[in-house]
C-alpha cells in the first residue's frame, strides 16, 4: 500500500464515467462523486481476480483538470485526505495523476498484464501482437501496425485508433495533446531545426507561433510507421487554427482567384504572405452572433471567393461604394437610375401624347365637291398611326407606373425593383 509521501504506480482497470457503464461501481463510490475515478491495481501486486467490486478506487488529484486515462494505463497514486476527516482526521482516499508515458504515445499508454507471458500462464498476449513490442537499444517500445495492439477488446470503452501518431517537438515547444489527433502547441521556428515540418520560415529569429489542431487524416502507414512523430499538416488534419508572426503557411485554398483585383493591388497569395495571420481551416467554417453582430474591417481588401456560389439572405443589403463595378474589374457601362429615369419618361411619354392626339385630328384643305365650300379632310392614315402610337404609349406609360405626392414618387411600376435601389 501506498504511503501518504509516496507515488505508487496502479494499472488502470475501469473508468467510471457514468451512471450506466459500471451501476455497481458508480453507486459503491459515490454516485456523482465517483465520476472521472479509476479502479485499479497495484502494478507490483498483480492478482488473477478479476471482479471490479473487490478493487480499489482512485479519485482525480485535480479538481479543474481531468486527464483520464483509459483501461491498462498506469498512472501514479498517491494518498491524501478525502471527505471522510469531517469524522476522522486520519480519513484518506487515493488520488492519481495523469498516465504515465511508458510508450511516448499521444493515442495511448496502456500495457498489457504481461508482456511476454509464459504459454499457459497468466493474460499475455496473442502471438500475432507480440511483433508490437521490440527491443530497442536496451528499450522495449512499442511499433504496432494498422490493425492495433489487440489490448481493447470490441465493445471497451475506449476504440483504438493506429494511425494516430505524436507530435514531433521543437525546442523549446509547450505541447498539449489529446488523444484523438487534437493538439495545441506553442512554438516557434528556427533555420537549424525543423525543415521537414509542414509550417514555418527559415529565419533564425525564432518567431511565434501558435497551432490548434483538432483530428488527423489516417495515414495507416502510407507515408511513414505510424510510430514515428508527425508534424501539422493544415492541408491534411480535419480543423486548424494558426496563429503566426513571420511563417509561410502552405496553405492550399479550395477557393483563390485574383482576376477581379486592379493591377499592382492584388494581395499576396496565401502561401507567401509572411507577416502576422490567423488563419482559419477545416471543411465548413460557421460564424454566429447570437445576439449582436459579425464585424469583418479591413484595411486594403476584402475578399470573398467560392467555387459555386454566394448567397447573401437578409431583410436588408447595404452597399456604400465610391465606385461599383458589376462583371469585371474593366466595367465601363454605368447603370440608369430607375425613379429618375421613369419620371424622365413619363415627362417624355406625356409630351408624346400631345403628338398622338395632333395626329389623330390632322386634315388637309380641300373643296366641298356639292357645294363647292373649301372644307378640312381627316388624314385617315394618320388616324390609323395616331390609334396605334396611342395604345402604345398608354401601355408604355402602365408599366413605368405614376408620379404621385408632394414628394413626386413613382408607384404602381412593373419595371422598378422593389427589393435593389441605387444611390
Not at 510510430?227 to 485554398?253: A, C, F, H, M
Not at 459579425?294 to 481588401?301: E, F, H, P, R, V
Not at 454605368?334 to 398622338?356: C, H, P, W, Y
Request: aromatic share 8%; with cysteine; glycine share 6%.
Amino acid at each position: 500500500m501506498a504511503s501518504s509521501l509516496n507515488l505508487e504506480p496502479v494499472r488502470v482497470l475501469a473508468v467510471i464515467l457514468d451512471d450506466k457503464e459500471y451501476p455497481e461501481l458508480f453507486k459503491k463510490h459515490g454516485e456523482w462523486a465517483s465520476i472521472g475515478g479509476i479502479i485499479f491495481e497495484f502494478v507490483k501486486q498483480p492478482t488473477k481476480d478479476k471482479n471490479l467490486l473487490n478493487k480499489q478506487f482512485a479519485a482525480p488529484l485535480y479538481s479543474n483538470i481531468k486527464h483520464l486515462p483509459v483501461e491498462h494505463e498506469i498512472v501514479l497514486v498517491v494518498q491524501s485526505s478525502d471527505s471522510g476527516i469531517l469524522d476522522n482526521l486520519n480519513s484518506f482516499s487515493y488520488y492519481y495523476l495523469p498516465p504515465t508515458n511508458v510508450w511516448a504515445n499521444s493515442h495511448h499508454n496502456a500495457v498489457p498484464d504481461q508482456i511476454f507471458a509464459i504459454p499457459g500462464e497468466g493474460d499475455g498476449l496473442p502471438d500475432r501482437s507480440r511483433s508490437d513490442y521490440v527491443t530497442v537499444g536496451d528499450k522495449v517500445v512499442r511499433q504496432i501496425d494498422t490493425n492495433g495492439t489487440e489490448i481493447f477488446k470490441p465493445g471497451d470503452p475506449f476504440t483504438e485508433f493506429p494511425y494516430i501518431s505524436t507530435l514531433t517537438p521543437y525546442p523549446g515547444d509547450l505541447i498539449l495533446e489529446g488523444r484523438w489527433g487534437n493538439s495545441l502547441r506553442f512554438s516557434s521556428t528556427n533555420s537549424d531545426y525543423g525543415l521537414g515540418r509542414n509550417w514555418g520560415n527559415y529565419l533564425s529569429t525564432n518567431p511565434p507561433i501558435t497551432i490548434l489542431r483538432n483530428g488527423v487524416e489516417p495515414n495507416l502507414g502510407e507515408t511513414k510507421p505510424v510510430w514515428e512523430t508527425v508534424s501539422e499538416d493544415i492541408n491534411k488534419d480535419y480543423s486548424s487554427i494558426y496563429l503566426t508572426s513571420e511563417q509561410k503557411i502552405p496553405l492550399k485554398p479550395s477557393a483563390f482567384r485574383t482576376t477581379s483585383f486592379e493591377e499592382n493591388k492584388t494581395p499576396i497569395s496565401i502561401p507567401e504572405f509572411r507577416n502576422p495571420q490567423i488563419i482559419l481551416s477545416s471543411d465548413r467554417l460557421v460564424f454566429n452572433a447570437s445576439q449582436d453582430s459579425i464585424l469583418n474591417c479591413a484595411n486594403k481588401t476584402f475578399t470573398v471567393t467560392s467555387n459555386e456560389s454566394i448567397n447573401l439572405q437578409t431583410k436588408k443589403t447595404v452597399v456604400e461604394s465610391q465606385e461599383v463595378l458589376l462583371g469585371s474589374k474593366d466595367a465601363e457601362e454605368r447603370l440608369i437610375k430607375g425613379d429618375t429615369f421613369v419620371k424622365e419618361m413619363l415627362s417624355f411619354l406625356n409630351a408624346m401624347k400631345q403628338v398622338q392626339r395632333a395626329l389623330g385630328t390632322a386634315t388637309v384643305p380641300s373643296t366641298d365637291p356639292l357645294t363647292g365650300l373649301p372644307v378640312n379632310i381627316p388624314i385617315e392614315s394618320l388616324v390609323e398611326v395616331s390609334t396605334m402610337f396611342g395604345a402604345s404609349i398608354d401601355k408604355f406609360a402602365n408599366v413605368l407606373g405614376k408620379v404621385r405626392g408632394p414628394m413626386a414618387e413613382v408607384s404602381d411600376s412593373t419595371v422598378l425593383s422593389n427589393t435593389t435601389k441605387t444611390q
